[in-house]
């Protein structure tokens, strides 16, 4: 897991000043990223992607101790196949076309 100093400076130097951010953590684990980032009042929303539904537990549980887990939208899988369902930051359809 990322020490908190270092997911928070990471936080800081991806979110900037942006307003309304959603971001990935694609390997979120026990949610160390995922909080530094939900943590920014710039953040909307951070999506969590783990293959390991045990972690994504933890990573609930982590974000509620700093009160960020509304934040949070966790998604158990693959992230390279969550990933894979996207282009060009749309929904590609079965058929496809994109939203």
Avoid: W
């Avoid at 971001?23 to 953040?43: E, H, K, M, T, W």
């Amino acid at each position: 897991m990322t020490p908190e100093v270092i997911a928070n400076h990471i936080s800081r130097r991806l979110v900037g000043s942006g307003n309304d951010v959603v971001v990935l953590d694609p390997f979120c684990g026990c949610g160390g990223n995922a909080i530094a980032f939900a943590s920014r009042p710039q953040v909307r929303m951070v999506v969590c992607v783990d293959i390991d539904v045990e972690k994504l537990k933890k990573a609930h549980h982590n974000a509620a101790i700093y009160g960020v887990e509304k934040k949070l939208l966790l998604v158990h899988g693959n992230a390279f196949e969550v990933l894979s369902l996207y282009h060009g930051g749309k929904l590609v359809e079965s058929n496809g076309t994109t939203n």
